[in-house]
């Protein structure tokens, strides 16, 4: 990913600077950052960010039972968000937000 950004310099930095500042220490730990990033990779189904972030996922903590729990829930939400789609499900007022 890096070195196919790299044939644009500009491209490269600026995608650099904001992963760094999005995954620096905040609000949320570092492995709770990684499992996001693996659960929209999944859903994005971006090959090359899956395996990458599930391998830093793992370098930052995570187990292979925390793994299968995070796909179980990626794949709930898909199949539960098709439906919803599907069935033009509308919003309750006490969900807005």
């Known amino acids: 990913f ?13 995608t650099w600077d ?11 730990d570092p492995l709770v950052k990684e499992l996001i ?3 929209v990779s999944v859903a994005n189904n971006c090959s090359y960010c899956v395996h990458s972030h599930t391998a830093a996922a793992r370098a930052k903590g ?4 925390m793994h299968g ?12 968000n098709a439906l919803a789609t599907a069935m033009q499900v509308e919003v309750d007022d006490r969900f807005t937000v």
Do not use: C, F, I, N
């Open 2 to 14: 890096w070195r196919a950004l790299a044939h644009d310099p500009a491209l490269l930095r600026a």
């Open 18 to 28: 904001r992963l760094a500042k999005v995954m620096a220490p905040g609000a949320l």
């Open 62 to 65: 995570m187990t292979e039972a």
């Open 69 to 80: 729990e995070l796909l179980a829930v990626v794949a709930m939400a898909s199949q539960t």
């Open 37 to 39: 990033y693996v659960a």
